[in-house]
């Protein structure tokens, strides 16, 4: 069974702590992302990484980094937490075999709450 | 820019009656159409994909979806609904970014199955 697994479930941070979000993946899968879900506005992709090392800005990537020192491994990382990103953040991962249109296998989700 | 639309944010419907939940999408050429679903406290699951072979895509569940491009639209169907289809769906467009996918999610339908 595909598993994408999210380092924790709810978390609760203050305002300017720096915060990290792991994910990991055991399918071997060459594509990972971190999506951003907010009530009204759907998902929308903050950044996602091809390869390891690799990484490229999707949508909204302001206030936010990642690193994929590792392939099954891929971290969100706010370096300075705000309010406004109280949020539920999704991890992804997907396959680049049999072209680019591979379903994205998602974690449970962990919600983030900056006070 | 390739864009998806959900027309409805909430849907209700009884069980055992029909479920429809509408997609329009707007793109400069031929896409890939997903429709994915998010149960209460779980990730995302993908329910079905269209990549430009039969215009009826079956998923799973009972589900079903109709690519039509002279309306460009892609909703989505059952004949019965059940208890258990009471989630939220993403309708989502995919892009290929320098060759890399990209999803772009739709806001979400809510849907209400009542006994």
């Known amino acids: 069974d595909v598993k994408v697994t999210q380092s924790s479930r709810y978390l609760v941070k203050r305002t300017g702590e720096k915060v990290f979000l792991e994910c990991v993946q055991d399918?071997?899968?060459?594509?990972m992302f971190w999506y951003r879900q907010d009530p009204g506005l759907g998902l929308r992709l903050i950044y996602f990484?091809?390869?390891?090392?690799?990484?490229e800005k999707g949508d909204i990537p302001e206030g936010y980094s990642v690193s994929r020192e590792k392939k099954e491994r891929f971290s969100l990382i706010l370096e300075s937490a705000s309010t406004n990103q109280t949020s539920m953040y999704l991890c992804?991962?997907?396959?680049?075999?049999?072209?680019?249109?591979?379903?994205?296998?998602f974690g449970p989700g962990t919600r983030l709450t900056v006070l | 820019a390739q864009s998806v639309t959900q027309l409805d944010s909430h849907v209700s419907v009884s069980e055992g009656t029909p479920v429809l939940l509408r997609c329009n999408y707007s793109s400069s050429y031929s896409p890939s159409l997903f429709w994915y679903v998010q149960h209460p406290n779980k990730g995302l699951q993908l329910l079905l994909k269209y990549t430009s072979a039969a215009t009826l895509v079956k998923g799973i569940n009972g589900f079903e979806a109709e690519f039509k491009k002279s309306e460009t639209s892609f909703h989505l169907t059952k004949p019965s609904a059940h208890m258990s289809d009471a989630a939220e769906y993403f309708c989502?467009?995919?892009?290929?970014?320098?060759?890399?996918?990209?999803?772009?999610f739709g806001t979400g339908t809510r849907l209400l199955v009542s006994p």
């Open positions: 989502v467009v995919a892009l290929l970014n320098t060759g890399f996918q990209k999803l772009v």
């Open positions: 992804a991962s997907s396959s680049s075999d049999g072209g680019p249109f591979n379903e994205q296998f």
């Open positions: 399918m071997d899968h060459e594509n």
């Open positions: 990484s091809y390869d390891v090392k690799m990484k």
